[in-house]
């Protein structure tokens, strides 16, 4: 008895109602945002694997600096130590590598790997300083037969030295090319068991000031700097100033040119979008300030390195810093950059069926009520054939027969309006079938006293 209440079948058919409604719609809803999904950018690592050389332009203290820039954004880097920048570019251009991003000095090449390696721009000026003993000379020519130290074979100033000795046919015998490392180098120049050292260093490192203050060593000066750098793109030709070291003791003695290839921050062309960015602009808190050979804001810059700018960076450098990521934290503009896409199914399809499926909810209650309208219809019809006082009580019958149909109808209480319409609508038939009857039953009464 209970199962079959008035009350239990208008909560079953609501309920009907309500998934054959909301049902279709909820899984149009759920494929739309599938297949938007598909398309959302996954989420940046949070940990960064940074290749460094030991001994190379000062890329081990900087290797620290966005290690602890980048730990406030979330970002967990590795710093792994490598021989040199010619290691750092195999590692990061290497798929079987973790290495994502590298210091490595211009012009330094990495074979066949190189080619997924891009440039995320110059850093800093990191000086070609060539130390030598004996009589004053103007260029490499002059160390023609002499002992010379040009770095590790994985490293850099080892790649540099080479082009620039072969370039000028020094390299071949007598003299004699050593592959130390920095600090042996400087000991046995120190020491006179070389005659030169080339290094790669910023102008900032004290090994290189006090080098320049070292009695007997001289610190060669690039008299054809200009020539050099027209060959060579990835160099830069800077002058020392007199005395820029230590204006008490006037070191150095004279202004000194120098060939000057960059820092450059390298990475994997796999390297997420966000990260390459938040790398960015870390580089221009940390490069960003004047040094001795730099001027303030002159770095990060896309300069000449050797590999191709990457599209990030040339965006960056173009616009500066993503308008998200200027306003919101990194991982709040990360988040929000991935799922603005998400906006295509709410607009496109949450916001008009949002509006669709409460009509066709309306329009499905209505329709159980609509379709006796036919039958109102069909008796006012009938009306206007003059039917007979038979015909009129039959279609009073079913008039009575379609009303108590409709009355058993379950119809939810904010759609109760369209049932006493209806009903209203009877009475209006009603009405006129009733009148009808009854000037049927008059006539057929004056017939009947007529005929008596």
């Not at 009589?135 to 030295?161: F, N, V």
């Not at 008299?223 to 020392?240: F, H, N």
């Not at 991982?331 to 066709?360: E, H, K």
């Not at 039958?375 to 019809?381: V, W």
Request: without cysteine.
């Amino acid at each position: 008895m209970t199962t079959n209440s008035p009350k239990n079948q208008l909560r079953h058919t609501m309920r009907r109602d309500l998934w054959l409604t909301v049902a279709p719609a909820a899984l149009l809803i759920g494929i739309a945002f599938a297949v938007t999904f598909y398309f959302v950018k996954p989420a940046p690592p949070r940990t960064l694997v940074l290749a460094t050389p030991q001994d190379e332009g000062g890329f081990r203290y900087f290797a620290r600096k966005y290690q602890e820039s980048l730990a406030r954004h979330g970002v967990t880097v590795e710093i792994r130590q490598t021989k040199g920048s010619v290691t750092s570019v195999e590692l990061v251009g290497d798929e079987m590598e973790e290495a994502d991003v590298a210091f490595v000095q211009s012009g330094t090449a990495g074979g066949e790997k190189a080619a997924r390696v891009v440039s995320l721009g110059s850093l800093s000026y990191v000086p070609l300083w060539v130390f030598y003993r004996g009589e004053p000379i103007d260029d490499i020519l002059g160390l023609k037969g002499k002992r010379i130290a040009i770095g590790s074979a994985e490293s850099g100033t080892h790649a540099l030295a080479l082009t620039l000795l072969s370039v000028n046919g020094v390299e071949k015998a007598p003299t004699e090319l050593l592959p130390l490392e920095r600090d042996a180098a400087i000991e046995q120049l120190k020491k006179g068991q070389v005659d030169a050292v080339f290094l790669v260093s910023p102008a900032e490192a004290p090994a290189i000031q006090k080098l320049a203050a070292e009695p007997g060593v001289r610190l060669l000066s690039f008299t054809r700097g200009e020539a050099y750098v027209r060959r060579y793109p990835y160099l830069s030709r800077l002058v020392l100033p007199r005395g820029v070291f230590n204006l008490a003791t006037d070191l150095p003695a004279h202004d000194v040119v120098l060939l000057a290839p960059t820092a450059n921050l390298v990475a994997r062309d796999t390297l997420h979008p966000a990260l390459a960015y938040l790398l960015m602009r870390t580089a221009s808190e940390i490069h960003g300030s004047a040094g001795l050979l730099d001027r303030s804001g002159e770095f990060p810059a896309p300069l000449e390195t050797g590999f191709p700018l990457s599209s990030e960076a040339r965006r960056y450098y173009d616009a500066g810093v993503p308008l998200l990521q200027r306003y919101l934290p990194f991982w709040a503009a990360n988040l929000v950059d991935r799922l603005w896409v998400m906006l295509v199914p709410i607009i496109a399809v949450v916001v008009p069926l949002g509006r669709a499926v409460p009509a066709l909810y309306l329009w499905r209650v209505r329709s159980r009520i609509f379709r006796w309208y036919a039958r109102l219809k069909e008796i006012e019809l009938q009306l206007e054939e003059n039917p007979g006082r038979l015909m009129l009580e039959d279609m009073l019958k079913r008039l009575e027969e379609a009303e108590r149909a409709v009355n058993r109808i379950p119809v939810p209480l904010a759609y109760a309006e369209n049932l006493y319409f209806f009903r209203e609508h009877v009475d209006v038939v009603r009405r006129r079938l009733v009148r009808r009857l009854s000037e049927a039953t008059e006539g057929s009464d004056a017939v009947t006293q007529v005929s008596a």
